[in-house]
C-alpha cells in the first residue's frame, strides 16, 4: 500500500491520444493509442527516451498542439477552455526570461497583462520570489543569475496566477547535479505547501523517481505507455532516501523498462 494519499479526483486525462505529422511519405508518428490519466495533488512524471512525444503529449496538454485522434481533459474541460481559464502555468527547459526585467518584473508580468494593481502585483511576487529563496535578488536581473535561480524565477512566475495544475517539461536537465537535486528538493516543498497537481516531463530516471507519486513510463518512437508505476516510498523525502535501498529497487524496476522488448499484447495497468 502506497504511503503517499492520492486522491480520487482526476485532473488530467488522455484518452487514446495519437499524434500524427505531416502527410504521405513524410508523415511521422510521434503518439500512438496513449491513455492515462493523473490526479488532483499528484507528482506524475513522463519518463522516456529523446524522441519518444514527452514533450509533444505536454504541449497537448497546454493546447499548444491538438492530437490527431483521441482526448485531452483538464478538469473535465477542453485544454483551449482550460487555458482561457488560467488553470495551468508551464515551465520550459529554458527559463525565457526577459533580460530587461527585474527578477520581481518577471515574476509579475502575467499579472500586469490580465490589469492586476501594482499593490496586489506586489504582494504576490513578495510571496513567491519568498517561496522559491530568492527575496533579496528581486531587484536583480536574469543575466545576473545562475541557471538554477533563473528557473526557480520561472517556477514562480508560473505560480503567479496561482493555478492548480504546473506543466514542466524537462525543468532541470540542462543543470549540474547539486543544483538540480536542490531543486527537486523546493519542488517538493511547493508541492506540499499549494497542494497543485504536477506533470514533469524528464529523461532522468533517478529524478522521476525522487519527485514522482507515479511514473509513465513512454516507449522509443513512437510514443506509447510502456508501463505506469506506483513510486512507493516516503512522502517527505530528503536527499538521503536517494542512498536507500527502496530507492535504488525503484530505479531498478524503471531502467529494466528500457530494456524489454515491448510486448506488442502488454496492457499497462491505468490505475
Not at 490526479?39 to 513522463?46: D, I
Not at 490580465?114 to 530568492?134: F, P
Not at 532522468?204 to 513512437?222: C, T
Amino acid at each position: 500500500m502506497s504511503s503517499m494519499n492520492v486522491p480520487e479526483a482526476r485532473h488530467i486525462e488522455i484518452d487514446h491520444v495519437s499524434v500524427v505529422f505531416g502527410t504521405g511519405t513524410k508523415q511521422v508518428t510521434a503518439l500512438s493509442d496513449v491513455t492515462f490519466h493523473i490526479h488532483s495533488n499528484e507528482f506524475v512524471s513522463l519518463l522516456g527516451p529523446s524522441g519518444c512525444g514527452k514533450s509533444t503529449l505536454l504541449r497537448l496538454i497546454a493546447d499548444l498542439l491538438q492530437p490527431t485522434s483521441g482526448s485531452v481533459k483538464i478538469a473535465g474541460s477542453e485544454p483551449e477552455k482550460a487555458r482561457l481559464q488560467r488553470q495551468f502555468g508551464i515551465v520550459f527547459q529554458t527559463p525565457a526570461l526577459f533580460d530587461w526585467r527585474t527578477v520581481r518584473h518577471n515574476v509579475e508580468l502575467p499579472l500586469e497583462i490580465l490589469g492586476t494593481s501594482k499593490k496586489e502585483c506586489r504582494r504576490i511576487s513578495s510571496e513567491l520570489l519568498e517561496m522559491v529563496g530568492l527575496t533579496r535578488f528581486a531587484d536583480h536581473y536574469p543575466w545576473q543569475l545562475s541557471g538554477g535561480m533563473q528557473q526557480r524565477v520561472s517556477i514562480a512566475r508560473a505560480l503567479s496566477l496561482d493555478p492548480p495544475l504546473l506543466l514542466m517539461d524537462e525543468p532541470f536537465s540542462a543543470l549540474d547535479e547539486f543544483t538540480k537535486e536542490k531543486l527537486q528538493l523546493e519542488l517538493l516543498e511547493i508541492k506540499r505547501s499549494t497542494g497543485k497537481t504536477f506533470l514533469f516531463v524528464t529523461h532522468s530516471i533517478p529524478e522521476a523517481v525522487f519527485l514522482s507519486d507515479r511514473i509513465v513510463v513512454l516507449s522509443a518512437h513512437p510514443g506509447q505507455v510502456h508501463s505506469i508505476h506506483s513510486v512507493e516510498l516516503p512522502s517527505d523525502r530528503t536527499n538521503e532516501l536517494r542512498e536507500t535501498e527502496d530507492f535504488y529497487h525503484m530505479l531498478t524496476t524503471i531502467r529494466n523498462c528500457f530494456h524489454e522488448e515491448r510486448d506488442p499484447g502488454h496492457v499497462p495497468a491505468l490505475t
